[in-house]
């Protein structure tokens, strides 16, 4: 499986989420999971230099662009999803810029500690909700437990799903599908089980 092959990455992770109700699960908390997310990184120890450092920064941009300790990951996500494929890409980098700004401002609005707070409920309930979803509805464990980097396709394969709903990427969405089928034939086959 190619790291930057947008075939290999999202038909791998697809055939772990090919049941509509289970979609649907990731496309509504994937997004909060990231957001979320955000707040922890934003919540780690770091030294008060680096607070020096971005603070001002945060004054120049008004915190339209924030300066945080989650920014890094954000813009290295929507490269990596640039890399895959840049038109996907880009809508990914704008719900994923929008949902660490959202987490930054979340933490100057109502401080940290109340951020935090909401942060880890919404958090549980969102993994609670995939988890469902796997186990009601897809009937099979989710892509993480067999491949940690999965977690990180999450986001981009969840931008893709909604792109594919609006009918774009025709050729793609094809593509993708039939090599989730195979996918999902070949871990049936490994575990003994009759293939759909």
Known sequence: MAIFNL????????AYHSNTVNKFIHIVFVPLILL???IFINNLPHSPFLEDLLAPLNNVSKGLIPFALSTPLAIALALYYCFLNVKVGLVSMVWILAANYVAFSSINKYGLE????????????SWVSQFVGHGVFEGRRPALLDNLFQVFIAPF???L?????????????IEVEHKIKQNIALA?????????
């Open 114 to 125: 109340t951020a935090t707070y909401y942060g880890i409920i919404i958090h549980i309930l």
């Open 7 to 14: 075939v290999d990455q999202t038909s791998s992770y697809g």
């Open 157 to 159: 394969f969840v931008t």
């Open 188 to 196: 049936n086959a490994k575990q003994g089980k009759k293939i759909p």
């Open 161 to 173: 799903e909604v792109i594919f709903m609006f009918g774009f990427f025709n050729r793609t969405r």
């Open 36 to 38: 979320t997310a955000f």
